[in-house]
């Protein structure tokens, strides 16, 4: 009567065993896929994924020195002006890297990418 039961617990014990080291199958699939990659490759890839998030920043960039250079200047209500263009300027940024987040999810999960959690027996 309690051999089925210590059967049942060491079968569970096995499977525990089993699916607390698939992680280590991922990692070495996971590594097979890694490429070494220049900083330069690196920014290509990224604006090629996602163009407007870049260009965001360096349209902040470009608003953010434009209002620092008034300020130096002393055009205190042209600073003022372009200091509220940079802050919109963030908010594109913010919006087109979130924006590229969610094309980025949608497109992986319609190719598949996200693989599905083992079974539980």
């Given at each position: ?34 490429q ?66 969610f ?19």
């Amino acid at each position: 009567m309690g051999k089925p039961a210590e059967e049942t617990a060491a079968k569970k014990s096995d499977e525990n065993y089993t699916s607390e080291f698939d992680w280590i199958q991922i990692r070495q699939k996971m590594e097979e896929n890694i490429q070494d990659e220049t900083f330069v490759g690196k920014f290509k890839r990224k604006f090629s994924e996602n163009p407007l998030v870049p260009a965001g920043a360096f349209l902040t960039l470009g608003v953010l020195s434009y209002g620092l250079w008034n300020f130096r200047q002393g055009k205190s209500h042209m600073s003022q002006v372009m200091m509220r263009w940079r802050i919109a300027a963030q908010g594109f940024t913010v919006f087109a890297l979130v924006g590229g987040m969610f094309v980025a999810a949608n497109s992986a999960t319609k190719q598949g990418v996200f693989m599905e959690p083992p079974a539980v027996k």
